[in-house]
């Protein structure tokens, strides 16, 4: 399984961007996915998930009512549109996959990793 992020970039803050990453082998629906973000000096922390089969989402409430994770099926791609970015938001953010079933936001509980793509958000 491989995954591939990208999207970043430098925005102002009130801006928008949508990540993308693109996962190989199985269908993208087969894991549960989610991104996460790591800010310099601390630690990766959990940002969105979507549950395999089902598709259920959630978030952290940093960013609930501004982030929406989503998958296409077709193109085998997981998402995160982020709206309204705050400078907090800066970060590398990463996609993650896991074959089990249910809600994780462990980074641990995940099994395969994207590379990270870098987010900054200037005020």
Known sequence: VQLQASGGGLVQAGDSLRLSCAVSGRTVSSYGLGWFRQAPGKEREFV????????????????????TISRDN???????????????DTAVYYCGARLGYGFRRLPGEYDYWGQGTEVTVSS
Request: hydrophobic content about 35%; proline content about 3%.
């Open 48 to 67: 969105a998930g979507l549950v395999k089969a089902a598709g259920s989402t959630y978030y952290a409430d940093s960013v609930k009512g501004r982030f």
């Open 74 to 88: 077709a193109k085998n791609t997981v998402y995160l549109q982020m709206n309204s970015l705050k400078p907090e």
